[in-house]
């Protein structure tokens, strides 16, 4: 009896982030963040998608 409520704390924990993971993808984006292109150039994040060192990786794949 004493295991029980950490396996249910852990469900209702697992069921909470399934539900929030599944309502997140259905909210539709805001009007004006479909195609964003932000020129940045101070970011030292090189593993962001925005990043201009990976545009050059990205053009390669779309083409």
Do not use: R, W
């Not at 852990?10 to 997140?24: E, I, Q, R, T, V």
């Not at 009007?31 to 940045?40: A, R, T």
Request: with cysteine.
């Amino acid at each position: 009896m004493q295991f029980v409520a950490p396996i249910i704390f852990l469900g209702l924990l697992g069921g909470l982030y399934a539900s929030s993971y599944y309502l997140n993808l259905k909210t539709p984006k805001p009007e004006g963040c479909e195609d964003l292109d932000v020129s940045c150039g101070s970011c030292s994040i090189s593993s962001c998608g925005l990043h201009p060192s990976n545009k050059e990786i990205i053009g390669e794949v779309k083409s």
